[in-house]
């Protein structure tokens, strides 16, 4: 009845082929896929706010869809539903040199972004690896390799279009570079993965590209002497653009997979970026205070392709992990703790995986504190999988007792309901509970993610 | 009764002292004076839970109280009852030089909390202007000069303690650097007034003193001249600490009230954070810009006495305007629009006051696209008054029609209520209205602000 309903409103854009219902199941993750019952393809705005009024009158769940690149099932219709495909809302709306900002549908892909961007001498930094949709990055909260420097999806999303529960179209905020006008609905939207309302817009933060984009890398004898090196870098507020860890195990499987020689050691890997002047004087004071640290063998390079090669190690660590395990997928891990707790928390984590014999190089956003152990399963090895999530609990504790959190970038999803009432208590999720009931009372958006099954009894 | 119940829990904590009231009755904007029923000043968290239980029982609101430097009545008791004194919650609780981040009680001061960090090389970078407490600035969602390159509130608030109305504690996120771990209660108290809870403790982003601070200043013959100049050090992404736009007529005033020969034409004044080698780059580049603009009698330094000197009409600008009006009270003006059309909203704005023959010089935030009328008036002369607020009224719905916003930093307090539904839409002031019942269904946290009146019926 709600297919008729949604089918009279939409008509070809409303499919329940098999195939279809099949590729929004599931995302990178381990979580066990679950089929939605239709799949709505908008085109617009409106698309999204009628299928979300059709919905909400039937109390039928909504989960919207960009990519499929998430890591912890955020994008999983685990009621099933209407899988809301936003993938064909990718145009580029507007882009200013001058305000250095732009608005994009939800569907445009961060390279596809890039590259449209470039023409205008411009760029958006954020950078989690996958080519993600941007409204996906916006909902999960992304961050990654250069976050240290410009920032996250929290920073960089100036505004948003969101349609909510009940079919309300709201734009969250003007597009000046600061307000203090009301509560900020931007930031709540942001990282809410789809429960509190559907992004059909967003207004972003630009920058210019450098004039110079110089790349770096040194190896140490022990992680501790990396991330010590990291945190000084930090703390001297020297100008770094990406600050990254590989350590020794990623390198070796790198080495394995992709028939390189690099050192086998543990390896820091920087990007600077600025001008010619500006990017020296960075490079030379961070190569000073690594050096103090104990690092060795500096290369540098400004050529594009050179830093391609620099960086490779870091490029090709996720999937020479992944080969490690045929027929493997990602068994998703992040934490990210403040620096000065890094190197504790890796070393420990360290002992842990070898304690429990689990291949588990490690790479990391270091300059943010933020580091993710490259594990991979069988998904039909009910088994192996138990005994990461095992890991992953120890892991998850270490951080949260560390004064971290149990994720910096992937978010909640299904798989961290129970740790996000360890890191902040229960009280705050009940206001997280209650302000989700009071956006969305039939409870429909993405159900059973982030603030798990929200009813009026939980008040 | 209420206050009985008060003082049973908290004892000499409440006053009644018709001095100390009237004290609480007004922030320094023009607004008309309310007198709390009575002042509690609290000295802990559990304090502030208190005086929540107590005052949500009884239906009595409750509003918080800092230093009272507000300037759009956010902090005036218009609905009588509690004034929460928080001024006496004035510990630094705790200072890491290596995670760059402190907590603190929310009646620090801005000035105490840098000389605080001064031994440790550390500064906290957001200068309103006032010495105001740290929790008001953070529930304002302050900014000022230095935000174009350190940020405002929002970005450098890492984590709240808030107390709800109900009394509940809520610790908001964890202190690593970022997080995706559930909704972002963070940003959703902060600017949010003191309208959904009570901030009891703050942790925020610190920054290394700065090897090298240098000043310099610029004049113009036109305003739009500088502000071209400006957009494009901006968009070329020059590494400003501060630019600042004092115009003419503000210079004028100055050299009046302090007895000073600044040359009377439009100024600039930039401030650069670095290292000696880092500095001199920005400035050449940032100088090199602005004279093509027309920009003339570059000065610079790095002495601080001489910065001070350099940057007078800037310190003494708001003193210089306030004489011209004798017993009179700032009329707060604060607007904010993307860059590109700041020149067109300031030149539309300085015809304005010509033809009204309003006395307005104009100081800006420029770099952010923000800046102030500098209005006085005698709050006793209500045709002045209505006459500057017509202008007001003018100048917010300029910049609304210019996609900017009615407030970048003094927030929306009694008088912008209005303009946050021209700038937002009812259907996001609505959202921003269930979030505020469903987290103080009683409607006692300061009541009457942000969101206006707010009550079942509304939904």
Redesign the interface.
């Known amino acids: 009845m709600v297919i008729d309903e949604l089918r009279a409103a939409l008509g070809e854009k409303v499919s329940v082929n098999a195939t279809i219902r099949e590729h929004h199941s599931k995302d990178e993750s381990f979580h066990t896929p679950t089929l939605p019952d239709a799949v709505v393809f908008a085109t617009c705005t409106q698309d999204v706010a009628t299928t979300l009024k059709i919905c909400n009158a039937h109390q039928t769940p909504v989960v919207a869809w960009g990519a499929g690149t998430s890591l912890e099932g955020n994008s999983t219709p685990i009621r099933g539903g209407v899988s809301l495909d936003l993938s064909q809302m990718d145009k580029i709306l507007r882009v200013?040199?001058?305000?250095?900002?732009c608005t994009i549908q939800p569907g445009v892909r961060r390279k596809q972004l890039n590259e449209y961007l470039s023409r205008y001498g411009l760029f958006f930094p954020v950078d989690p690896g996958a080519d993600a949709t941007l409204g996906g990055m916006a909902s999960?909260?992304?961050?990654g390799t250069t976050?240290v420097k410009y920032?996250?999806m929290?920073?960089l999303v100036m505004s948003l279009t969101v349609v909510?529960a009940n079919g309300?179209?709201?734009?969250?905020?003007?597009?000046?570079?600061?307000?203090?006008?009301?509560?900020?609905?931007t930031?709540?939207f942001?990282?809410?993965e789809g429960t509190?309302g559907v992004i059909t817009e967003l207004t972003l933060r630009l920058?210019?590209i450098?004039e110079v984009i110089a790349s770096a890398t040194m190896q140490f004898e022990t992680v501790r002497e990396a991330v010590d090196g990291v945190?000084e870098v930090?703390?001297?507020?020297v100008d770094v653009a990406r600050i990254e860890l590989v350590d020794r195990d990623a390198v070796v499987a790198v080495n394995r997979y992709s028939n390189t020689e690099l050192p086998e050691k543990d390896l820091l890997l920087l990007e600077f970026h600025g001008?010619a002047?500006?990017t020296a004087?960075d490079i030379a004071q961070a190569r000073e205070i690594l050096e103090r640290h104990g690092g060795q063998g500096f290369k540098q390079t400004t050529d594009e392709s050179e830093r391609r090669k620099l960086w490779q190690a870091r490029h090709d660590a996720g999937l020479a992990c992944r080969a490690h395990q045929p027929n493997g997928r990602i068994f998703s891990t992040d934490v990210?703790?403040?620096?000065?707790k890094l190197s504790q928390c890796v070393e420990e984590t360290k002992k842990d995986l070898s304690d429990s014999k689990i291949f588990g190089p490690i790479v990391g956003h270091v300059g943010?504190?933020?580091f993710h152990v490259l594990l991979t399963c069988d998904p039909a090895d009910h088994q192996a999988i138990e005994r990461l999530e095992e890991f992953h609990t120890r892991l998850v504790k270490r951080s949260?007792s560390l004064?971290?959190?149990?994720?910096?970038?992937?978010?909640?999803g299904i798989g961290?309901i129970e740790?996000?009432v360890s890191?902040?208590?229960s009280?705050?999720?009940?206001?997280?509970r209650?302000?989700?009931?009071?956006?969305d009372p039939n409870g429909i958006m993405n159900p059973g993610k982030?603030?798990g099954e929200v009813s009026l009894s939980n008040f």
């Not at 200013?96 to 900002?101: H, K, P, T």
């Not at 999960?140 to 961050?143: D, E, P, W």
């Open positions: 200013s040199g001058e305000d250095l900002d999960t909260g992304a961050s976050t920032g996250a929290k920073q909510t309300e179209v709201i734009t969250t905020s003007r597009r000046a570079r600061k307000t203090s006008a009301g509560y900020d609905l930031h709540l942001v990282g809410s509190l920058f210019g450098p945190i930090i703390q001297l507020g001008s002047e500006s004087i990210c703790v403040p620096i000065s943010d504190g933020n949260l004064e971290g959190t149990c994720t910096g970038e992937h978010g909640i961290k740790y996000l890191e902040l208590g009280e705050a999720v009940d206001a997280m209650a302000i989700k009931f009071a956006l982030v603030v």
